[in-house]
């Protein structure tokens, strides 16, 4: 399996204010993305990490909003701009790697964003 | 639109009993499936998975049932331990893979009683 790290793990910001969380591999992958989970509800895409070139949004969600880099094919940064208390959530990279035997989509511990 | 519906909830079970978890679908062109357990402060981990070429999959404990003309797939756990306690999400995607976008249901909490 994949391990992916992020950072930070939570945070309590200010409404208005900007937020880069970070979401590091351990080896390369083929592919990164970006979710997020409201409270009570279920997990979201917000976009695919695209590496070298714009991440590809969902519909709902834009780059303005959450600005997204993967310079390599380890790495992604997720950025949460002028955040208001409706952005507080969990958000989540996950990365795909497959093998002979099994392909999956693997997932980061998640940061816990609180905008107050 | 919910495209992928987990319509319980919660579930309780004793140890040592079968878990089973329901998870159905509309989208017609969802031909891949994960199941994810999720504890609390953790990110998903992965369990199984079934391409809709197959009805089943079977992986120690966890076997995965996949009926596509209801469109509907269950995951069976036997025998369920308390740590099995979790909150359990099914998955769908596109394309035959897992490579790309995931569509989740709203998650069911799993609790093993001892």
């Known amino acids: 399996s994949a391990v992916i790290s992020q950072k930070p793990s939570r945070d309590i910001c200010q409404r208005g204010t900007s937020l880069t969380i970070q979401c590091q591999v351990d080896?390369?992958?083929?592919?990164m993305f970006w979710y997020r989970q409201q409270p009570g509800q279920s997990l979201t895409l917000i976009a695919t990490?695209?590496?070298?070139?714009?991440?590809?949004?969902e519909s709902g969600f834009v780059i303005d909003k959450f600005p997204i880099s993967r310079p390599n094919l380890t790495f992604s940064t997720l950025t949460v701009s002028n955040m208001s208390p409706e952005d507080s959530s969990i958000y989540l990279c996950s990365a795909t790697r497959g093998s002979a035997k099994q392909e999956t989509q693997y997932f980061g511990p998640g940061t816990r964003l609180l905008v107050l | 639109d919910q495209q992928v519906k987990q319509n319980s909830p919660s579930l309780s079970v004793q140890e040592g009993r079968i878990s089973i978890l329901n998870c159905d679908y509309t989208n017609s062109m969802f031909d891949y499936f994960l199941w994810y357990k999720k504890y609390p402060a953790e990110g998903p981990t992965f369990l199984i998975s079934i391409s809709s070429i197959k009805d089943k999959n079977e992986d120690g404990r966890f076997t995965v049932f996949l009926n596509k003309s209801a469109k509907h797939l269950s995951l069976h756990i036997v025998p369920s331990q308390p740590g099995d306690s979790a909150v359990y999400f099914c998955a769908a995607s596109q394309g035959g893979t897992s490579y790309g976008k995931l569509t989740f249901g709203q998650g069911t909490i799993l609790t093993v009683h001892p």
């Open positions: 990490a695209n590496q070298g070139s714009e991440a590809t949004y």
């Open positions: 080896s390369q992958v083929t592919m």
